[in-house]
Every structure is written in C-alpha cells, then in structure tokens.
C-alpha cells in the first residue's frame, strides 16, 4: 500500500463506468487492479490508481462510489476518482454513435495525476514480472515514451482465478500484439509510459479530431515521436484477459464504417495536433463527494472550440533534441 503523503512513483490511469461493459466489466476491472496493486506493493512501488469516470451512467450509483465502497483501504491515497458531469460528452462529440471517449477521460487524469511516471492503460490490463522488475528498478528516464507487447488471453480464461501459471503460460495465449520501430503503436491504448512532466508537455492524447476514439493511442505515439521523444519497447509484455471490444467486434462494421461505436478507423491520423490549453477539463470546477472521489462540473469554459484548424499541424515530422 503507498503511504498518505508519499509522492507516487507510478500513476496508473484507468477509465471506466458503471455500465457492466461486455457483461463482466466489473469483474474484470477488480481483479486486475487487485493483481496488480498487490504485485507493485510487493515490489515496493509506490503507486496511485487514477480512475477517470466518463459519461456516468444516469440512475446507478457512479463507479467511483462503487469502487470507493469495495476498496476503502485504497482511498484516497492510492485510489482517487474523477467522475466528469455527463454533459461533456455531448460537448465534446461530433459523431452520436460514440459511447465513450476514454481518451479524453484519460487526459482529464494525466492532469491531475501526482507520480512521477503516468501509465495510461485499460482496467483489464495484468502487468508482467518483467514490467514490475523494470519500476521497482526506478531507471525510468525523462522524455522516454515506454512501450510493451500485449498479449491476449484466450476468451474462455476465468478472470476470477488469475495468477502467474495462467498469465504465463504460452497455451492460454490468443493473439501476441507486436510492436515495430519507429512508432511501436500496436495496442499501444494499453501501455503508455512516460514521464508526467512530458506527459503534460504534449498536452495528452488528441482532443481535437473528435469524430472518432480509435487510433488516439497510435496518434499520440507520433506525437511523442515528431517531438523528439524516444520510443522504447520493453522486453516484458503486459496480458489482457480476451481479445477486446474492438478485436471482436470489428467484423459487424466491415460494411458499415460510420456506424462503429469506435467512429470510422480509416480517420487520417498521421498528423500532430496540438491540444487546447484547456485539455483534459483543465480549469473544470471540482468537488469533492466524499474522500478520494471528485466530481467534476460542467462548464462550457473549459471544452475547446469544435474547429480550430491551426491546431492540425501537416506534415508530420521528427524534430530532432
């Protein structure tokens, strides 16, 4: 467990709602983030759970509420909720098939992060041995944008009994996503490792192309690479329980693109967009709820304008440091 008034040397930014997503999302999120709180503690890695609440589900209690009550050890130093008011979703949408946009709630978290280190990832994201003997190591280095191989996990693997024989066994494995130089953007969305500083620096994942959520985590690997930062793969993977929603589904769109609940992924995201300085509800009012969650209220002060061209910046390119 990280002490009260420590200062995390990892953040772990994760999104989510009380929507039982895929009919086991709760279960899911629980014993990953179990897992994993456990194996970085055990490793003596000071770290914080980030959860970012998007488009909360009206009539049911929030997520945050529901994890706050399940975990009370963890809040509010090692788990700390933002639940953003339901109206940015809308504010921010321009295409009605989006559910949800968890690129813009990640930003919202990498702004109000304390470690030293972000990880950006998703709630159903177990790390490795390798992953962890890398942070408990601290030779972290500023400006460097870390990556990891994902690894799927077979469909039909009981998430309630995860354990090292599972994860690490080669017979439960369903897709191995490798990464390739110079981006390694292949299932980037569940491995983003970087410096909070830099992190701040790019201004977080792209908020002005909103029509579509895919392809975010590939488009902000170039943005990391046009700015000069190194991209580094590890050598240890992370696992993901399945195949994924966009895996999965991605058949039933083949004819009818515009109708994804990801947006169309043939969205020319080769390009560097430069995010307003209001990025990730910077400046939003919040209020505390109760002891590590915050609700975040709506304002349209703090959504940036639905066009603002001079902030797509053609062609993308390396700037060397």
């Given at each position: 467990?990280?002490?009260?008034?420590?200062?995390?040397?990892?953040?772990?930014?994760?999104?989510?709602?009380?929507?039982?997503?895929?009919?086991?999302?709760?279960?899911?999120?629980?014993?990953?983030?179990?897992?994993?709180?456990?194996h970085l503690s055990h490793q003596g890695i000071p770290h914080e759970f980030i959860l970012v609440e998007w488009r909360p589900v009206p009539g049911k209690p929030w997520?945050?509420?529901?994890?706050?009550?399940?975990?009370?050890?963890?809040?509010?130093?090692?788990?700390?909720?933002?639940?953003?008011?339901?109206?940015?979703?809308?504010?921010?949408?321009?295409?009605?098939?989006?559910?949800?946009?968890?690129?813009?709630?990640?930003?919202?978290?990498?702004?109000?992060?304390?470690?030293?280190?972000?990880?950006?990832?998703?709630?159903d994201i177990y790390l490795s041995r390798g992953v962890l003997d890398v942070l408990s190591r601290r030779a972290l280095e500023p400006r460097v944008l870390y990556r990891?191989?994902?690894?799927?996990?077979?469909?039909?693997?009981?998430?309630?009994?995860?354990?090292?024989?599972?994860?690490?066994?080669?017979?439960?494995?369903?897709?191995?996503?490798?990464?390739?130089?110079?981006?390694?953007?292949?299932?980037?969305?569940?491995?983003?490792?970087?410096?909070?500083?830099?992190?701040?620096?790019?201004?977080?994942?792209?908020?002005?192309?909103?029509?579509?959520?895919?392809?975010?985590?590939?488009?902000?690997?170039?943005?990391?690479?046009?700015?000069?930062?190194?991209?580094?793969?590890?050598?240890?993977?992370?696992?993901?329980?399945?195949?994924?929603?966009?895996?999965?589904?991605?058949?039933?769109?083949?004819?009818?693109?515009?109708?994804?609940?990801?947006?169309?992924?043939?969205?020319?995201?080769?390009?560097?967009?430069?995010?307003?300085?209001?990025?990730?509800?910077?400046?939003?009012?919040?209020?505390?709820?109760?002891?590590?969650?915050?609700?975040?209220?709506?304002?349209?002060?703090?959504?940036?304008?639905?066009?603002?061209?001079?902030?797509?910046?053609?062609?993308?390119?390396?700037?060397?440091?």
């Open positions: 467990m990280s002490d009260a008034g420590a200062t995390p040397y990892l953040s772990i930014i994760i999104t989510g709602r009380n929507d039982n997503f895929g009919g086991d999302f709760d279960v899911r999120l629980r014993r990953a983030l179990e897992f994993n709180h456990r997520l945050a509420d529901v994890l706050a009550d399940q975990y009370p050890e963890l809040v509010p130093h090692t788990l700390v909720s933002y639940v953003a008011n339901v109206a940015y979703h809308d504010a921010y949408s321009l295409n009605p098939k989006l559910q949800f946009q968890e690129f813009i709630a990640k930003n919202i978290g990498i702004r109000r992060c304390r470690g030293e280190f972000v990880l950006t990832t998703n709630t990891s191989i994902r690894v799927d996990l077979k469909d039909d693997i009981d998430c309630d009994g995860v354990d090292w024989n599972i994860l690490e066994d080669e017979r439960n494995y369903d897709t191995v996503n490798e990464v390739r130089p110079p981006l390694y953007t292949n299932a980037s969305g569940d491995f983003l490792l970087l410096d909070r500083e830099t992190y701040r620096e790019l201004r977080g994942f792209n908020e002005v192309y909103r029509p579509a959520k895919v392809h975010m985590d590939s488009n902000f690997c170039l943005k990391a690479y046009s700015a000069g930062l190194t991209i580094q793969p590890l050598e240890a993977p992370v696992y993901h329980v399945g195949r994924g929603t966009l895996n999965s589904q991605v058949r039933l769109y083949v004819q009818r693109p515009g109708e994804a609940p990801w947006g169309d992924r043939r969205w020319k995201h080769g390009v560097i967009y430069e995010n307003d300085e209001r990025w990730g509800l910077g400046g939003a009012p919040i209020r505390a709820t109760r002891p590590g969650v915050h609700f975040i209220e709506f304002t349209w002060d703090v959504v940036p304008p639905l066009v603002s061209l001079r902030r797509l910046l053609l062609p993308a390119a390396r700037r060397e440091v």
